[in-house]
């Protein structure tokens, strides 16, 4: 028998609303008890459906071993892909790797390389988001899709208009990010005036991991390491 779709009504919707407030409140104690003893990271976003034998894949995980090298952890998204990659490359290199992952129907699943203490599971994207940017010293940002880009833009955004601290925002690859920087450059900046000339300052482009290392050393030359807000 087909089963009756059931209509919730106005009253049903603010009851569950209220009894979400203690499951997204449960999320965020978790994630900051757990987070705040990891230590300093960095993320690395990208994409869930690059392949292994993907050159971005092997660059993920190289520049993930160099970040580990220096005393970072690496935290990403917890998935396949260039997540993945990311804790590969700090699994392999010893150090600490982090993954935060989020219940998706589709593309979404642990992968091997996280530490087994180190294992989040969110089901609230902005709560996820929150440890990203809260426990990160730097985002590393690989060739993705509209996740990596939402993560990119909602982070150049807290940091132009001040809610958090300033952190390096590292794109990897010419190839992949050089057209978007040009629109940006030409029409939000140029031809609109929708951004100011100093907000480029926030996003570097590089190539190899050891650009990504210089960056971020140059960087905590200059400032203290700690949570952004």
Request: proline share 4%.
């Amino acid at each position: 028998m087909r089963k009756e779709q059931h209509h919730k009504g106005w009253n049903e919707i603010k009851t569950n609303d209220s009894w979400a407030i203690f499951k997204i409140m449960g999320e965020f104690v978790n994630g900051f008890e757990k987070m705040s003893k990891i230590g300093p990271c960095v993320s690395i976003f990208g994409s869930a459906r690059t392949k292994t034998n993907d050159k971005y894949y092997q660059l993920a995980v190289d520049v993930a071993k160099e970040i580990v090298d220096q005393g970072y952890g690496v935290i990403t998204g917890g998935g396949p892909g260039i997540m993945e990659a990311g804790n590969k490359g700090a699994h392999l290199g010893g150090g600490t790797s982090v993954g935060l992952n989020i219940d998706l129907p589709f593309e979404q699943h642990d992968n091997p390389y996280i530490d087994s203490d180190k294992s989040l599971d969110f089901d609230y994207f902005f709560v996820r988001k929150v440890m990203f940017v809260k426990y990160s010293q730097g985002f590393v940002v690989m060739p993705g899709g509209f996740g990596t880009l939402d993560e990119l833009f909602e982070a150049i955004t807290l940091i132009q208009t001040k809610k958090i601290a300033k952190f390096p925002i590292i794109l990897v690859s010419t190839e992949f990010w050089g057209g978007l920087i040009d629109w940006v450059k030409s029409t939000l900046l140029q031809k609109f005036g929708n951004i100011s000339p100093e907000d480029l300052n926030l996003i570097h482009i590089v190539d190899t991991p050891g650009e990504v290392l210089d960056i971020l050393d140059k960087f905590y030359t200059q400032y203290n390491l700690s949570p952004n807000f």
